[in-house]
């Protein structure tokens, strides 16, 4: 019963997850006509005395044409029609809404998992053994020997097993993830098994 | 590992490091399918649940194509942002990359494109200067630095929390479709490890694409939607299918040809790809294709960044230097495979390996300090072929353009015909040729590290090189010599007859088809990157032709390469087995070997199979009628004999270790007194697959290519003679190629 308990809170969880992802990105898309985030951009080579320009507007697809960009027209009368053949204009949009909010979500992942890497690699052993005394960090270093992260999962496992409760299966789930990360580091890094 | 404590894992799930039994998973499948159907008519309730579970697989593509899309839209837009900020940032918004940033800007400048007041260079920032000796040294000392902190950020990440995250993705992935099971490899730490890692690396300037891990990434999102339905998550043959789906998606996204990628899974990723699954791939790479579309990364409406339209003709006398490209890519890819193996092995055995962290970082030191001078390696890898791939207009003002114009002309600029080469494009060709030096050479040491690296993009970066400076080559010979034989048919004074852009485009097919020995799914891919059906002959000539130079040297690709590096059990189906060997030749035991170790059906005791068990490491035992008769009954698994009897010993009544062990319907006649008896034909394999010890190995070899065998049991007249297993049809494969039989390492 409480392994479908958790089954279906993870389900739960990942599928309101989903949706959150889902409706923000349709959100997203949605707003993605900002004002100057739609462009026609014209680019006009060198034409007899007149240097080379670049003319941007913000106007519809179907306006997206030399005559309705280029303002002031360098040229005049006869000439236009064969400086505007010499143009090449291009309608671009993009959504400056959707580049910040996924520029921002990924620096607060990385950012999360640098703490994260951070208090387990350094905090947590200095924590641990401050706490624990110094008979556990001994068998510890045995069991391991050089100094990888997770050294004291082994023991911290082993403890925990007798309370049952909330608190203690999430700490239980975080050191089986911690051994097996272990086992996935000993395979790749040091016995150059799988990925090598 | 007692003191775990995992739940008791049923019967049916298999071990880390071991291969699936492919039958079993379809007959269960099947049963599964039939119990559903017959349950169906009993109840509306039960009809709807028949009905959800047929459409469960649509659910799980459609599924799959959101997650892909969306994470290799947030890739592409991190990358695009990262790498820019190695050389400035943005005043106006930091979360702006160059381009974004001038954007809006009204102060750009024909000459000057790429300038704007609100995008500051580091120089510019720091020491307040835009020009000059010190300018040029703090942009280069910055870049360097931000180079080496994204790369030792990532192979920090990489090793503390999820280190399958590392490599490419593909070997392992191809090994898992075949039947391997890896635990954890396509996991959620994996997943969101590999993706947040493969940004930064990137964007630290390296010599590595983002395709490959793109597949393994979207791989992963396949397993993680899988496993929210029994349906997929409880049969491993049927997550199979869902995978390779998985994989069309990813190529999907990473190139934007959903075709090219169903045809990658097809012909590079998957071993069985039933019919079925080829619509279910289709439906997930338009789907992927489309949310990436939808989220528009490139600010155009296009998915991947060098996408090119022009439809310039091309001539058949120009497929002479075509297929020399296609030599040149078969060459390369020869090489590359090669030079790359040896040094991963060199890392497998010596001291290399024990340093992961400082290797990356030294070889990003030396690829940033080599790179920022030359400006063609110190942009970005996509950037670069981007730049090669495009035709000169009138209106491109970079160095490759820069033809000699004739001042007096009256037609248009981009209406001239061929025209001599400027300084500019002198100047370019010899910065081409270092960098396209330089990149064949740190591409061999970067492939392959301790941090998600793909291989498309540098191949193909390698091969835009040579094909541009052939095809500028064989522009100005045109020019200078239009009286000459070859060109004087198609190639008169005054027309604008080669277009380098096309011959950077078949120089990178064929440098990516030398590496990766692809065929149908290269040209696809390439015809849809580019969008015209008419370089079809050209790419094909040159992707065939890079095969076909390719295979003289040696026949594996650049990922069967890092498979039997590895030492997985993958048996290719590409491979011919044409030696005249018998299945007596490879059976085990040999002889001099101790003798089969076997049981029987109704005379062992429970102990002596359990020491049995620990004396020997075999995964399963043949079950015959007794030591003399030596008939075969069928096969019992190990894991499945240790879980049995131990689940017997906590549960049932007066098992000890006197019990028989009995694999018949009807128990043995016992004494009166005897302990109680241990019945388990439960777990007993009734049709173990036999051939005769005459059996050619060539149909062995097909039978356990075809069915997914694990094992298989060699019997004369009806006498069990041996076992033949996957390891040792690959050892003998390995050793009639003359390579090293003990380099199998797993079962």
Redesign the interface.
């Known amino acids: 019963m409480p392994?479908l308990c958790w089954g279906l809170l993870r389900?739960g969880s990942?599928l309101g997850v989903?949706c959150l992802?889902?409706s923000s990105?349709v959100q997203l898309?949605a707003a993605?006509k900002n004002f100057?985030d739609v462009?026609c951009k014209c680019?006009?080579?060198?034409y007899k005395d007149n240097?080379?320009?670049?003319y941007?507007k913000n106007i519809s697809q179907k306006d997206c044409d030399c005559l309705h960009v280029v303002d002031p027209m360098p040229v005049l009368g006869p000439d236009v029609e064969?400086y505007c053949?010499?143009c090449?204009c291009?309608y671009?949009?993009?959504?400056?809404v959707?580049?910040?909010v996924?520029?921002?979500?990924?620096l607060s992942?990385?950012g999360l998992?640098?703490l994260y890497?951070v208090y387990?690699?350094l905090v947590e052993p200095i924590l641990k053994r401050r706490l624990f005394g110094h008979s556990q960090l001994i068998q510890s270093e045995d069991d391991i020997g050089d100094h990888q992260?997770f050294a004291n999962a082994?023991d911290v496992?082993?403890r925990s097993?007798s309370r049952p409760n909330v608190l203690n299966k999430v700490e239980y789930a975080q050191q089986?993830?911690k051994?097996?990360?272990q086992e996935?580091?000993k395979?790749?890094?040091d016995r150059?098994?799988?990925?090598? | 590992m007692d003191?775990?404590?995992e739940?008791f894992p049923d019967v049916g799930t298999y071990e880390d490091f071991h291969t699936i039994d492919w039958l079993r998973e379809k007959s269960r499948d099947t049963d599964r399918h039939r119990k559903i159907t017959s349950k169906s008519k009993e109840s509306i309730w039960e009809f709807i649940k028949s009905l959800l579970d047929a459409w469960s697989g649509w659910v799980v593509m459609l599924?799959i194509g959101?997650?892909a899309g969306?994470l290799a839209?947030?890739i592409d837009?991190?990358v695009d942002?990262m790498t820019d900020l190695k050389e400035g940032v943005c005043l106006s918004?930091f979360?702006?990359s160059h381009e974004?940033c001038c954007?809006?800007s009204?102060e750009?400048?024909?000459?000057d494109?790429d300038k704007c007041p609100l995008w500051q260079k580091w120089s510019e920032l720091l020491v307040n200067q835009s020009e000059g000796a010190s300018a040029y040294i703090v942009n280069y000392l910055m870049y360097i630095l931000w180079a080496l902190l994204f790369a030792f950020?990532a192979v920090?990440?990489v090793?503390?929390?999820?280190?399958?995250a590392?490599?490419s993705g593909i070997p392992?992935i191809k090994t898992i479709l075949s039947g391997f099971i890896?635990?954890?490899y396509l996991g959620k730490?994996t997943l969101?490890?590999k993706t947040?890692t493969l940004?930064?690396v990137v964007s630290s300037g390296l010599s590595l694409g983002k395709e490959g891990p793109l597949v393994h990434v979207a791989c992963c999102c396949g397993n993680f939607f899988s496993s929210?339905f029994s349906k997929y998550s409880k049969n491993e043959g049927k997550r199979r299918e869902v995978l390779s789906a998985a994989a069309a998606a990813g190529v999907s996204v990473a190139f934007g040809a959903p075709i090219g990628g169903v045809l990658f899974s097809l012909e590079e990723v998957s071993y069985y790809f039933p019919l079925k699954t080829l619509w279910r791939s289709f439906f997930a790479a338009l789907v992927a294709a489309f949310t990436l579309r939808?989220?528009?990364p490139f600010?155009?409406s296009r998915l991947v960044l060098f996408y090119v339209e022009y439809h310039t003709p091309w001539y058949m006398a120009e497929l002479f230097p075509f297929i020399l490209l296609g030599v040149f890519g078969g060459l390369w890819g020869t090489l590359f495979t090669r030079c790359n193996i040896a040094w991963?092995?060199r890392?497998?055995?010596t001291r290399l390996?024990k340093y992961?962290v400082l290797e990356v970082i030294v070889v990003t030191a030396i690829t940033a300090i080599i790179a920022y001078p030359n400006p063609y390696t110190r942009q970005s890898t996509s950037e670069l072929i981007s730049e090669l791939f495009n035709d000169c207009?009138?209106?491109e003002s970079s160095q490759l353009c820069d033809y000699i114009n004739d001042p007096n002309m009256t037609r248009?600029?981009?209406d001239i015909p061929d025209r001599p080469a400027g300084v500019g494009v002198y100047t370019a060709m010899w910065q081409l040729a270092l960098a396209l030096i330089f990149k064949i050479v740190i591409t061999i040491f970067t492939f392959?590290m301790?941090i998600p690296s793909g291989l498309f993009i540098p191949s193909m970066a390698v091969g835009a090189m040579a094909g541009r400076m052939v095809g500028i080559g064989v522009e100005q010979l045109a020019y200078h010599h239009h009286d000459w034989i070859i060109f004087r048919n198609w190639c008169r004074p005054g027309a604008d007859c080669v277009t380098p852009g096309l011959y950077a485009m078949v120089g990178a097919a064929a440098c990516l088809g030398g590496v990766t020995r692809m065929t149908v799914s290269l040209v696809v891919i390439m015809f849809e990157l580019t969008g015209g059906l008419e370089y079809i002959v050209p790419l094909m000539a040159a992707a065939v032709t890079s095969k076909w130079v390719a295979d003289a040297f040696g026949k594996e690709g650049i990922y069967e390469a890092?498979i039997h590096?590895?030492g997985y059990p993958f048996l290719d189906v590409k491979d011919e087995f044409t030696h005249r060997t018998l299945a007596t030749d490879v059976m085990r035991p040999r002889r001099g070997e101790p003798p089969l170790s076997v049981l029987t059906q109704d005379s062992m005791t429970v102990e002596d199979v359990e020491t049995l068990i620990k004396e020997t490491d075999y995964n399963g035992f043949p079950v015959v009628v007794s030591r003399d008769s030596e008939r075969l009954i069928g096969f019992a698994q190990r894991r499945e004999l240790i879980l049995a009897i131990k689940n017997a010993r906590q549960r049932q009544e007066g098992i000890v270790s006197n019990s028989i062990m009995y694999f018949t319907e009807e128990p043995p006649e016992l004494p009166a007194n005897s302990p109680h008896p241990l019945k388990l034909r439960r777990i007993l394999n009734l049709s173990p697959f036999t051939v005769t010890d005459h059996t050619p190995m060539e149909t062995v070899v097909d039978i356990f290519r075809k069915l997914g065998l694990r094992q298989c049991l060699v019997t004369r007249s009806g006498r069990l003679l041996g076992i033949i297993t996957k390891k040792d049809v690959l050892r003998h494969m390995a050793q009639m190629a003359n390579q090293d039989p003990e380099s199998i390492?797993f079962n």
């Not at chain 1, 240097?51 to 670049?54: L, N, Q, S, Y």
């Open positions: 392994s389900l990942v989903s992802a889902l990105l898309t993605a100057e462009r680019i006009c080579p060198p240097p080379g320009h670049i941007n064969a053949l010499r090449e291009k671009e949009e993009r959504s400056s959707t580049i910040k996924t520029i921002i979500i990924y992942i990385l998992l640098l890497m387990l690699t992260p082994h496992l082993a097993r089986r993830w051994l097996q990360v996935q580091r395979s790749v890094f150059h098994v799988v990925l090598s | 003191f775990l404590d739940p599924l959101l997650l969306t839209g947030v837009l991190a942002w918004a979360w702006y974004q954007w809006t009204n750009t400048t024909f000459e494109r950020l920090s990440l090793r503390v929390f999820a280190p399958y590392c490599g392992e890896i635990r954890g730490w969101l490890i947040v940004v930064l929210l939808s989220i528009n600010g155009n991963c092995r890392r497998k055995t390996g992961p207009g009138a209106l248009p600029v981009d392959g301790k890092h590096l590895n390492m």
